[in-house]
């Protein structure tokens, strides 16, 4: 029988191996330029087209970016490690902390407010907020950045008979965020479940995140529950792929 082995894999995708090789002994560390596509095709006797595709491998993972005029370099930005439990502790938001700021290592992330804004429900969330279908609900819209790259878009959807005269309808929420002033509304979150796919992104997504042609995203649906069973959030967060790390820790 004929072997599956690195032999029968397309050229492309042996020159894209001996490149993340090359990317994970620190051959070619963050920042570094990658050979262009005239090196690899002198260096492996390959057609353009070929040599473009293996570039484009390892852009697609997430690995290098593209700039124009200038070539493939090597990224430099550390992946974010998203502790989905430990995140979502009530410690964290009861104490005036962001849940985002868990993630983040002490690095300083950017939120900005797209906006927030009472609307029709659509459907999903209507039926997860057990609402009728069109009933109004509150959305909050953020884009997160790390590093000046745009690595999340979010938003949350509230009933908008619970929460509109707060100050979750305000851009900024005070400390702890929507969790905090949802306890302070005698609806504290007891209880999370998150729903974790990936896709790939939209046009709109695509650009809003910056992604690199082929990127996917990771898509967190987040539900929160209070102490009586009542859903009072639904957070649809879209994730560049490319810049995180979901861990998930718990005792057996």
Do not use: C
């Not at 290592?105 to 057990?130: I, N, Q, T, W, Y």
Request: no cysteine.
């Amino acid at each position: 029988m004929p072997s599956d082995g690195p032999a029968r894999q397309p050229k492309y995708q042996r020159i894209a191996a001996a490149l993340k090789d090359a990317i994970a002994s620190g051959e070619y560390g963050p920042g570094a330029r990658l050979p262009g596509e005239n090196d690899l095709m002198a260096a492996h006797g390959v057609a353009r087209m070929t040599a473009r595709q293996a570039l484009g491998v390892l852009q697609a993972e997430g690995l290098t970016e593209a700039r124009k005029g200038a070539g493939v370099f090597v990224r430099e930005f550390r992946p974010i490690r998203r502790r989905s439990i430990s995140r979502l502790a009530a410690d964290v938001w009861t104490e005036g902390r962001s849940i985002w700021a868990v993630d983040t290592d002490g690095r300083e992330p950017v939120v900005e407010f797209v906006g927030v804004a009472e609307e029709a429900s659509p459907a999903p969330v209507a039926s997860v907020l057990g609402l009728d279908d069109g009933a109004p609900a509150v959305a909050r819209r953020r884009r997160f950045l790390l590093d000046g790259k745009p690595v999340m878009l979010a938003t949350s959807y509230l009933d908008a008979a619970l929460v509109s005269g707060t100050p979750i309808v305000e851009l900024d929420t005070g400390p702890g965020g929507i969790y905090a002033r949802l306890a302070d509304l005698g609806h504290a979150p007891t209880r999370f479940r998150e729903e974790v796919r990936s896709r790939m992104p939209s046009p709109e997504e695509a650009a809003a995140l910056r992604l690199g042609t082929g990127t996917p995203v990771v898509l967190v649906v987040r539900t929160a529950f209070a102490a009586d069973g009542r859903v009072v959030e639904v957070n649809e967060m879209v994730l560049d792929s490319s810049a995180y790390v979901l861990e998930y820790a718990f005792d057996a």
